[in-house]
C-alpha cells in the first residue's frame, strides 16, 4: 500500500534553471509532510516541512507548495546549484500516530553545470 | 540541527548471527524511531520507541528485532538472527511530536551485509 509516491524516478536539469519535484499521496489524514535530501551512504538530511493547514513554505531557495484537494506536494528548487544533486524523498506524517515518518520512493535529481 | 551518530558505519555478519546496531544522541531525547532502507528501494519505518518503550512498529519489525536504552543514553536495534534480506541501511532517528516538533532528524546510518 504505497501511501506516498513519487511517480518520477529521476530528473534532470540545467544549473541555474528551476527544478520541480513532484510527491502524491493518498492518505487524508496525512497533516505535515517534509522532504529530505539523501546521499549515497548517508542518512536523510531534513529540507523543508508543510502543515496542511498551509499551501506554501518557503526557506531560501526551496519552496514546498501543498495541493490538499489533489493530494499533491511539490518542491521547487530555484535556481537549481550542482550541489543539489541528490535522491529527494517526500514524506508525510499524521496526528494519529507516533509520527512515524512514511516516504515515497524518491527522485534522484541531477542538476548539470 | 540536532545530530545522532550511529555505530557502527559498517557491519558485515554471517546470517544466522546476531547483530547490535547503536545511535547515540547528541542530548538528551526521549522519543526515537529506526528505519531502513533496502537498496535502491524507499526508506521504511521500523519501530518508534518513547520513554523507554514501544510505541509503535511495523510488519517489518517481527520477534527477530528488539530495541531498548540499556544504559540511558545508547539506543540500540538487535536483530537475532538476521537473514539475508536483512542486508539494508539502518537509520535512527530522534524528534517528532512528541517532542515539539515533527521534522525527524536522521543520523548516518549503519550499512549491514548479511553473507
Known amino acids: 500500500d504505497q501511501q506516498v509516491k513519487q511517480n518520477s524516478p529521476s530528473l534532470s536539469v540545467q544549473e541555474g534553471r528551476i527544478s520541480i519535484l513532484n510527491c502524491d499521496y493518498t492518505?487524508?489524514?496525512?497533516?505535515?509532510f517534509l522532504w529530505y535530501k539523501k546521499y549515497p551512504a548517508e542518512g536523510p538530511t531534513f529540507l523543508i516541512s508543510i502543515s496542511s493547514i498551509k499551501d506554501k513554505n518557503e526557506d531560501g531557495r526551496f519552496t514546498v507548495f501543498l495541493n490538499k484537494s489533489a493530494k499533491h506536494l511539490s518542491l521547487h528548487i530555484v535556481p537549481s546549484q550542482p550541489g543539489d544533486s541528490a535522491v529527494y524523498f517526500c514524506?508525510?506524517?499524521?496526528?494519529?500516530?507516533?509520527?512515524?515518518?512514511?516516504f515515497g520512493q524518491g527522485t534522484t535529481l541531477q542538476v548539470k553545470p | 540541527e540536532p545530530e545522532v551518530t550511529q555505530t557502527p558505519s559498517h557491519q558485515v555478519t554471517q546470517m544466522g548471527q546476531e547483530v547490535i546496531l547503536r545511535c547515540v544522541p547528541i542530548s538528551n531525547h526521549l522519543y526515537f524511531y529506526w528505519y531502513r532502507q533496502i537498496l535502491g528501494q524507499k526508506v521504511e519505518f521500523l519501530v518508534s520507541?518513547?520513554?523507554?518503550?514501544?510505541?509503535?512498529k511495523s510488519e517489518i519489525f517481527d520477534d527477530q528485532f528488539s530495541v531498548e536504552r540499556p544504559d540511558g543514553s545508547n539506543f540500540t536495534l538487535k536483530i537475532r538472527s538476521t537473514k539475508l534480506e536483512d542486508s539494508a541501511m539502518y537509520f535512527c532517528?530522534?524528534?517528532?511530536?512528541?517532542?515539539?516538533?515533527?521534522?525527524?532528524?536522521f543520523g548516518p546510518g549503519t550499512r549491514l551485509t548479511v553473507l
Open positions: 520507541f518513547y520513554n523507554n518503550e514501544i510505541s509503535e
Open positions: 492518505n487524508s489524514m496525512f497533516d505535515y
Open positions: 514524506a508525510a506524517s499524521t496526528a494519529s500516530n507516533t509520527g512515524k515518518l512514511i
Open positions: 532517528a530522534h524528534g517528532g511530536r512528541l517532542w515539539g516538533t515533527d521534522t525527524q532528524y
